[in-house]
């Protein structure tokens, strides 16, 4: 019979990872051993009690049809009175001290009740502290003493084989841990409005895991679970494929939410589009990455640097820029009076040009004040005209929106400034209402900042 116990561990560890022997000696990190055998238990164990299961009571579809809300044309109707939904997600502590859980938008966009029930068996009813769509990362605060943080590692020092492990509450059975490696970084394209630089996981990340810790083997946190791409493109079961919003993203954006309750993003006043080999050749460049400068905004940042149409982006700090959808996750993050670094390459010399952010500028009012629109309470818009490459259009600007209510859930703010909807161009307040009237599912087409995004609407 075979003896097992004079396996070396290091070869005893290869084979309880599933790791090409030939590849274990330069592949494997060091992991600690228990009773005798290597486990990852003692990584674990410090962080699991950080890693919590959120509660969310929300209002059912059924709340919004004014006729189930009448006693009367429920019983004519036969119509039952509206039960709240709910659903479950995960979260991880990130500040003992104050009470701070990091989760996802998503998991509390439509939530009249939140409840985080800790690994000890305490729960309590949680205060969102503010929620960003278009990170899919949520701030919760609970009243609790004696609780245990996640330490936060650097996600920016990850690489494509770095091993991870992912802990959350998948389909509500308690707290689960998988393990896998980093299958790639910087996948997008996973929320339409959204600013993306996901870690990609072939850990397990189910149903429930929304909002819970990747990390790594020094047990850090480095992201927050967030997403699964299913089999039919959409968000459903495991197959293998995982994302996380990285922590360099959600230091940036927990900073702003404790701040200000929410993220604002600033402006540089220039529109990009990729550098295509055919966009390349018109401009009689060489090919390469980078984010061509297709318009700037008169009396901006990017004017008063000197900026011109037909300038190519190629690095924001030490950053080289990809694509456009790169240089927006950067830009999506910076704050109102950072200074930024670029290197741009206009007329067959590339140069440093220096950028401060700058607050987004309201769109100009025009005649009439605001209003409200059913289908998007909450926000209150009004005809207003905007000023782009010299020219005026008129345009809807949003100048508030009530947090919680069904426009802040969709993810509209304010400053947002409307220029389409189900894709038809919109100018006033009448036209938006045409193209809404009528249909269930709806799309937006805004301008926030420096970036056109869609905001899908059912």
Known sequence: MFDWMRVPERALLCVALAVAPALCPAAI??????????????????????????????????????????????????????????????????????????????????????????????????????????????????????LVEARLGDSDNLQVGDFVLAIGNPFGIGQTVTSGIVSALGRSGLLPEGYEDFIQTDASINPGNSGGALINLKGELIGINTAILGPTGGQGGNVGIGFAVPVSIVRTVMTQLIKFGEMKRGWLGFITQDLTPALARSLGIPERPGAVIAQVQPNSPATAAGLNEGDVIVSIGNRAVRHTADLRNRLGLAIVGDTLDFRVLGKGQERAVQMRVAEVPAATAGVGGTETIPMLAGASVANAERTAGGRKSPVIYVSKVEPGSAGFRIGLRAGDVIIGANNKRVGTIAELVAALRGNDRMSLNILRGDFQLTISVR
């Open 29 to 146: 990190p060091a992991v600690a051993m228990r009773d005798g055998v290597p486990s990852l238990a003692p990584i674990l164990e410090p962080v699991t009690p950080s890693v919590v299961n959120i509660s969310v009571i929300s209002r059912s579809p059924e709340e919004n049809n004014p006729l189930a809300r009448d006693p009367y044309f429920r019983r004519f109707f036969g119509l039952r009175s509206p039960e709240p939904q709910t659903s479950a997600g995960s979260g991880v502590i990130v500040d003992a001290k104050n009470g701070y859980v990091l989760t996802n938008h998503h998991v509390i966009k439509d939530a009249t009740q939140v409840f985080v029930s800790l690994k000890d068996g305490r729960r309590f009813q949680a205060k969102v502290v503010g929620s960003d769509a278009a990170t899919d990362i949520a701030l919760l605060n609970i009243p609790a003493e004696k």
